[in-house]
């Protein structure tokens, strides 16, 4: 008989996600591990492969629009079932989110109706036995119908729900009715500033921006790390002139420059070489011992931060590091990332020099222990054997995480990591 394909869960914490393109067509016949859609999360674009055997009888969400986990998106048909079976399965669908209160499938939040374009919810049995509300909300002593991802939607997008007419049954708000909301319905509230004494008001100077998915990702995980993570840091001072002085010979003979982020990416993996045992991750169960290094970089986008991995970096040479991490960086700025590209780093490198940052520290990426926050290189006094010479000077902080790692094995590996960035030819070798 015919079954339901779900919206899968294809990153960690995410609650929803969209059908970046459907790579399969109604009537399309499919087998186990085929691809049949990309799906956009907050941060990356996944490849979705099919679970089950059959023929895509209708394709329920169409590419572009979002859904949450576990919501109907298409319906596959076995051998022998006939177009017929679609409408049953839809139906059967309906019924069970009836008689459950919602949609089934994890956190389910919106009816399949609505997710299917028909622009209905179903919130209970109880919520469809109340009278329809032409204004939902807007009258006093009547009650707001909307879907659970229709009010989610909206918080997001700042969409006063009271000042909108629903078009599903009852009157009921759908996730489409706010997808389409005019600018009149949003519910960001400008909040006044004080006016000088004297001064003519001209107008509210602030207004509220709703959070992106993206931001509210970015908050939930570094405030879980900040609050869960026992951080120290360690700050050395690393001269870097003969690094300089190598990246402009190198640089002179090639089309494709390497940076200085390049150079330190390949000093962090050089020295997991003279400090292996902090090549590690931290695991409530024990210490997760790794043979090679796969280093998370910090790529700032529209969005918000992002951080791919480069694998294998322990293996490749600076140029290589250099090409893969413009490609990864390329993708970020696409939002074309996969759900690869961001997991398994082993330790992180956050670079802000290039804004002219001196020095800063960064928030550790569980269950990475340390991760390496690169400033600016900058001229400066510094001592040489009892002398006083000009150098460039390049500030790094080490954030660790004190469960994993003691101070003294940190200390270790920031000075392995300092010796290779003053003696650079120690790394291309």
Not at 17 to 40: H, K, M, R, S
Not at 291 to 314: K, Q, Y
């Amino acid at each position: 008989m015919a079954s339901i394909v779900r919206m899968p869960s294809v990153l960690a914490g995410a609650e929803e996600a969209a059908i970046a393109t459907w790579l399969v067509a109604e009537g399309d016949e499919i087998a186990v591990g085929d691809p049949i859609a990309e799906i956009e999360t907050e941060k990356a674009v996944v490849e979705y492969a099919a679970e089950e055997s059959g023929t895509i009888g209708r394709i329920v969400l169409e590419a572009g629009a979002s859904a949450a986990i576990g919501e109907p998106i298409a319906v596959l048909l076995a051998a022998g079932d006939s177009a017929s079976e679609i409408d049953a399965a839809l139906g059967a669908q309906g019924g069970d989110a009836q008689n459950s209160g919602t949609a089934s499938g994890p956190g389910g939040s919106e009816s399949l109706a609505e997710a299917s374009g028909a622009d209905e919810s179903v919130e209970g049995a109880a919520a469809l036995a109340e009278p329809a509300v032409a204004v939902a909300g807007a009258r006093a002593g009547e009650r707001l119908f909307a879907s659970p991802i229709a009010r989610k939607l909206a918080a997001q997008r700042g969409i006063e729900l009271s000042a909108m007419i629903g078009t599903g049954p009852g009157g009921r708000i759908t996730r489409r009715d706010v997808a389409a909301a005019p600018t009149h319905a949003r519910s960001a509230q400008p909040v006044p500033a004080p006016v000088p004494q004297g001064a003519a008001a001209s107008g509210p100077a602030t207004e509220l921006v709703a959070h992106t998915g993206m931001r509210r990702a970015i908050a939930r995980r570094l405030t879980q790390s900040k609050a869960t993570v026992p951080h120290f840091y360690l700050v050395a001072e690393c001269r870097v002139d003969e690094l300089l002085a190598l990246r402009a010979r190198v640089n002179a003979t090639r089309e494709n420059r390497i940076s200085v982020n390049d150079f330190v990416v390949k000093a962090v993996a050089s020295a997991f070489e003279s400090v292996p045992e902090a090549n590690v991750t931290w695991t409530d169960e024990g210490m997760l011992q790794h043979r090679t290094v796969d280093i998370s970089v910090a790529v700032a986008t529209e969005g918000g931060l992002v951080t791919p991995v480069v694998r294998d970096v322990d293996s490749r040479s600076v140029s290589d590091i250099a090409a893969g991490i413009r490609e990864l960086a390329a993708r970020a700025h696409g939002k074309r990332l996969k759900q690869e590209d961001l997991e398994g780093g082993t330790f992180s490198v956050s670079n802000l020099g290039m804004y002219g940052t001196v020095e800063f520290a960064a928030i550790l990426n569980p269950p990475q222990w340390g991760i390496l926050a690169v400033g600016a290189a900058k001229k400066q006094p510094v001592v040489v054997d009892d002398e006083l010479v000009p150098a460039t000077v390049m500030r790094c902080t080490l954030s660790a995480d004190h469960r994993a790692v003691d101070g003294a094995l940190a200390a270790r590996w920031l000075a392995a990591f300092q010796e290779r960035i003053e003696n650079p030819l120690t790394i291309l070798v």
